[in-house]
């Protein structure tokens, strides 16, 4: 695998790890949100807010599982084994 291959990877594994880490957040600010009691006035907003947050969440997962299924798999990055070719030598009897 060459150096490049290999830097590709890790930006794409960090741009990974970038996305999963705002995504938590957000699903950690719905879950305050809904463990919170809203006043009657703020209800519409905060509607409208939460609808914002899980529109937004949806659309980082899909994000980073696309990204994920670009990676090439674990075995597709090892070096290939080298195939050294056997000679069949006969007994002489």
């Not at 790890?17 to 600010?29: A, G, M, T």
């Not at 696309?66 to 597709?76: F, G, I, T, V, Y």
């Amino acid at each position: 695998m060459s150096i490049e291959s290999e830097k590709a990877i890790a930006e794409l594994n960090s741009k990974i790890n970038d996305l999963k880490n705002v995504h938590r957040l957000v699903s950690n600010n719905l879950a305050i949100i809904h463990d919170s009691k809203v006043n009657g006035s703020d209800v519409r907003a905060v509607a409208e807010v939460v609808g914002w947050l899980e529109g937004f969440k949806q659309s980082l997962a899909n994000q980073f599982q696309a990204l994920e299924a670009s990676l090439p798999s674990k075995a597709e990055r090892l070096p290939k084994p080298e195939v050294v070719e056997a000679q069949i030598v006969e007994a002489k009897t």
